[in-house]
Nanobody, 123 residues
Framework: QVQLVESGGGPVQAGGSLRLSCVAS???????MGWFRQAPGKEREFVAS????????DYADSVKGRFTVSRDNGKNTVYLQMNSLKPEDTAVYYC?????????????????WGQGTQVTVSS
């Protein structure tokens, strides 16, 4: 059984930064990990993904150049560094485990999900 716990969300002003963390219990070191977000009234959308070794990453166009995903397999933790935040980044952010070692953008490729952490960006 895999459990994912996100933290690091909160309120922030536009232009500010936050770093989200996702601590995993159970087997995740051989799996890619992803971050998704869901704003009120909108569908869950892909944000970023990182493969098992950390050597390959993917980003949504809306966050490229502003967000950075990383992982520390020794600590079973995945991070999402978010800089230059915008009000449209406001959402609940979810960490997820991929079904395999490769990055994926579709939520159907992920089998375990965290409970989410709220990020609110004010203008």
């Amino acid at each position: 059984q895999v459990q994912l716990v996100e933290s690091g969300g909160g309120p922030v002003q536009a232009g500010g930064s936050l770093r989200l963390s996702c601590v995993a219990s159970g087997r995740t070191f051989a799996n890619a990990m992803g971050w998704f977000r869901q704003a009120p009234g909108k569908e869950r959308e892909f944000v970023a993904s990182i493969n098992w070794s950390g050597g390959n990453t993917d980003y949504a166009d809306s966050v490229k150049g502003r967000f950075t995903v990383s992982r520390d397999n020794g600590k079973n933790t995945v991070y999402l560094q978010m800089n230059s935040l915008k009000p449209e980044d406001t959402a609940v952010y979810y960490c997820a485990r991929s079904r395999d070692s490769s990055t994926h953008v579709h939520y159907g490729s992920y089998d375990y999900w965290g409970q989410g952490t709220q990020v609110t960006v004010s203008s």
